[in-house]
């Protein structure tokens, strides 16, 4: 357990409506990222963070912006909900202490947008 | 453009048995591969990794080899337990940062 916690675990919207997903950590580690995973594609990344205010792209970034204000938090917004955003989107945290690359993840929120 | 696939959605093996999964790769320039796992309505737990500079990793049950030339990985599983039944994905890493996943393999493991 890597002490992750995403927020909320479920959430149904509606089309056009702001949307805002939260990854909390509890291990100051400094890398972050969020993922969208659709059958058919896996596991595709959104954004990334390697710090505070520090982040980048992903394959799949459009209609998606990210923040980071606090260490132990990554918080994903949707400006404006699509269908196409209906998915399960899983936070994952990299371990800088460790020799490997290895990412651990949370639980997942469950998007639905009408 | 997908780049790692795995094209085995899908795969059933008799408890005992082995179980191999495999994934290609397009990008030469991923340095690092991993394989996770994941049960429904949970994250990914990390499996087993690889260095590009290696051709083969063991941790126990798991081992992962890599074809650098022919741009394949596989995971071999022995032997398989009906408690490996799950997905599996594997990723490739790029530049530290960029993981590029697979759309993953479901294994079932017939007791």
């Known amino acids: 357990d890597a002490g992750i916690t995403q927020s909320p675990r479920h959430k149904v919207t509606e089309t056009g409506t702001p949307v805002t997903l939260r990854c909390h950590q509890t291990e100051n580690h400094r890398y972050m990222y969020w993922y969208r995973q659709d059958p058919g594609h896996g596991l595709r990344l959104i954004h990334y963070?390697?710090?505070?205010?520090?982040?980048d792209k992903g394959e799949v970034s459009d209609g998606y912006s990210v923040s980071r204000s606090k260490t132990e938090d990554f918080l994903l917004t949707l400006e404006s909900a699509t269908s196409s955003q209906t998915s399960v989107y899983f936070c994952a945290i990299k371990p800088r202490d460790r020799g490997i690359n290895e990412q651990f993840f949370g639980p997942g929120t469950r998007l639905t947008v009408l | 453009d997908q780049q790692v696939k795995q094209n085995s959605p899908s795969l059933s093996v008799q408890e005992g048995r082995i179980s191999i999964l495999n994934c290609d790769y397009t990008?030469?320039?991923?340095?690092?591969f991993l394989w996770y796992k994941k049960y429904p309505a949970e994250g990914p737990t990390f499996l087993i990794s690889i260095s590009s500079i290696k051709d083969k990793n063991e941790d126990g049950r798991f081992t992962v080899f890599l074809n650098k030339s022919a741009k394949h990985l596989s995971l071999h599983i022995v032997p398989s337990q009906p408690g490996d039944s799950a997905v599996y994905f594997c990723a490739a890493l790029i530049g530290g940062n960029q993981f590029y996943f697979g759309t993953g393999t479901s294994l079932t493991v017939i007791p």
């Open positions: 990008n030469s320039m991923f340095d690092y």
């Open positions: 963070s390697y710090g505070v205010k520090d982040t």
